[in-house]
């Protein structure tokens, strides 16, 4: 799969999950899809993870570790963002 079409999926993917979560249509058919739908997100985060511990092990763990430094701070601004988001509505 190219990186463009992978790219395409995670977003059709992504999309499809924030769609069922709004969904008020509750039914054991999209719950579903939804259970479904987060296993093949988890599927795609672990890949990645491999892919991580792969280039660790090839360019150097510090190099690895400021980027997860950078990214745990992007997860924590989200959760806020979201939170404070929820609280206004």
């Known amino acids: ?3 463009i079409r ?3 999926m995670f977003n059709t993917v ?3 999950i924030k769609r069922l979560e709004r969904n008020e249509d509750k039914s ?13 997100a988890d ?7 491999l ?3 792969t280039y660790g092990d090839r360019i150097g ?6 980027r997860l430094a950078e990214l745990s701070m992007f ?11 929820g609280a206004s509505k």
């Open 28 to 40: 054991k058919c999209n719950e579903e899809l939804l259970d479904y739908l987060y296993a093949e």
């Open 61 to 66: 763990w510090d190099r690895i570790e400021e």
């Open 75 to 85: 997860i924590r601004a989200a959760k806020e963002r979201d939170r404070k988001e």
């Open 51 to 53: 892919n991580l511990l």
């Open 43 to 49: 599927k795609e985060i672990s890949a990645n993870m």
């Open 1 to 3: 799969m190219s990186a």
């Open 6 to 8: 992978g790219i395409t």
């Open 14 to 16: 992504i999309e499809a």
